[in-house]
């Protein structure tokens, strides 16, 4: 669903009304439609992903990291807690809102930010907040990441589940993008709970296995005359040895008409897995991974 505002300016457009009214609505959605409350199935837009190389730089990044997911899934009747006992290979981001500050860049005014409250956390190539962002080969070919208040590309968000790569100190390493990703996790203000969560990781003799933004049959499903859509593997890679949160099974479909009231066709084939990769989801082919329940 769409809501009026600007996410580099919260203050202004995310108000109380909006939360609730907003939660109210997608509760009895939930309800009526049977959709889990949780962050691999209410996302936002700034999680969908691109469907094809070219497009992922462009992708929407609202409601950016002012938005107050937690406080958004206490309206829902669904808070974001432990589901494992400490210790466990997955984990939820949780920071605190209030008390998370990020040093972003790019809102309404020139320069920093104000120091405002908020659901991300960034996310570093080493457990230092001297070291380089965590890099998106999809939004910067350089590798890259930025401050700034539109990039995704090195933020983990409140609710979102990852696989623990690391610990060390007062810091959490999670797999992200195909890559070790630090964050910020002392002791006595813990950012990751500890989950029970299915993940999936590249089948035995996979050196790393293509990653896609949609969930497209094969090429060889289509009749011939449906035309064959754009390849969806996007530019990332799963290497092996990491493993990410699943969020669902999908099959893979593909709906074609050349207008709204001409012949209608699907075409289905293969089954996907969504998976949180990076601050997006993606999909990666059920044939390419194993599952396992880690807690």
Same mark, same amino acid.
């Given at each position: 669903?769409?809501?009026?505002?600007f996410? !580099?300016?919260?203050?202004?457009?995310f108000?109380?009304?909006?939360?609730?009214?907003?939660?109210?609505?997608?509760?009895? =959605?939930?309800?009526?439609?049977?959709i889990?409350?949780?962050? #691999?199935?209410?996302i936002?837009?700034d999680n969908v992903?691109? =469907?094809?190389p070219d497009?992922? *730089?462009?992708?929407?990044?609202? /409601?950016?990291p002012y938005w107050?997911w937690?406080?958004y899934?206490? %309206? &829902?009747?669904a808070?974001?807690?432990?589901? *494992?006992?400490?210790? !466990?290979?997955?984990?939820?981001?949780d920071?605190?809102? /209030?008390r998370?500050?990020?040093?972003l860049?790019g809102? $309404?005014?020139?320069?920093?930010c104000?120091?405002?409250?908020?659901?991300?956390?960034?996310?570093?190539?080493?457990p230092?907040v001297?070291a /380089? =962002?965590v890099?998106d080969?999809?939004?910067?070919?350089?590798?890259?990441?930025?401050?700034?208040v539109n990039?995704?590309?090195a933020? *983990?968000?409140?609710g #979102?589940?990852?696989?623990v790569?690391?610990?060390?100190?007062?810091?959490?390493a999670i797999?992200? &993008?195909? #890559?070790?990703?630090?964050?910020?996790?002392?002791?006595?203000? +813990?950012v990751a &709970?500890?989950?029970? !969560? $299915?993940?999936?990781?590249?089948r035995?003799? %996979?050196?790393?296995?293509?990653?896609?933004?949609?969930?497209?049959?094969?090429?060889? !499903?289509?009749?011939?005359?449906?035309?064959?859509p754009?390849?969806?593997? =996007?530019?990332?890679?799963?290497? *092996?040895?990491?493993?990410?949160? $699943?969020?669902?099974e999908?099959?893979?479909?593909?709906?074609?008409?050349?207008?709204?009231?001409?012949?209608r066709?699907?075409i +289905?084939?293969?089954?996907?897995?969504?998976?949180?990769?990076?601050?997006?989801?993606?999909?990666?082919?059920?044939?390419?991974v194993? &599952?396992?329940?880690v807690?």
């Amino acid at each position: 669903m769409e809501h009026e505002g600007f996410l !580099a300016d919260p203050d202004a457009w995310f108000t109380e009304a909006m939360y609730r009214s907003s939660a109210r609505l997608v509760r009895y =959605l939930a309800h009526r439609y049977r959709i889990p409350m949780d962050r #691999q199935h209410i996302i936002g837009h700034d999680n969908v992903p691109g =469907l094809t190389p070219d497009a992922v *730089a462009g992708m929407h990044t609202d /409601p950016g990291p002012y938005w107050d997911w937690a406080h958004y899934f206490r %309206l &829902l009747g669904a808070p974001f807690h432990a589901t *494992a006992e400490s210790g !466990a290979d997955a984990v939820t981001i949780d920071p605190s809102y /209030p008390r998370n500050e990020p040093a972003l860049t790019g809102c $309404v005014t020139p320069g920093p930010c104000a120091q405002h409250g908020s659901s991300a956390v960034m996310l570093y190539t080493a457990p230092s907040v001297s070291a /380089p =962002l965590v890099g998106d080969v999809g939004l910067h070919p350089s590798g890259k990441s930025t401050t700034d208040v539109n990039d995704t590309g090195a933020r *983990a968000s409140a609710g #979102q589940q990852y696989v623990v790569a690391g610990h060390k100190g007062g810091w959490t390493a999670i797999w992200y &993008l195909g #890559q070790e990703a630090w964050f910020r996790d002392p002791h006595r203000r +813990r950012v990751a &709970l500890p989950a029970r !969560a $299915v993940v999936a990781t590249p089948r035995r003799g %996979l050196a790393s296995i293509p990653v896609y933004g949609g969930a497209f049959p094969k090429a060889s !499903a289509f009749p011939a005359d449906v035309p064959v859509p754009a390849d969806t593997t =996007l530019q990332y890679r799963l290497p *092996a040895g990491e493993s990410y949160v $699943v969020g669902d099974e999908v099959a893979g479909d593909y709906y074609y008409a050349k207008a709204y009231d001409s012949v209608r066709t699907w075409i +289905r084939g293969g089954k996907y897995y969504e998976i949180q990769f990076g601050h997006r989801v993606e999909f990666v082919r059920a044939s390419d991974v194993t &599952l396992d329940l880690v807690r």
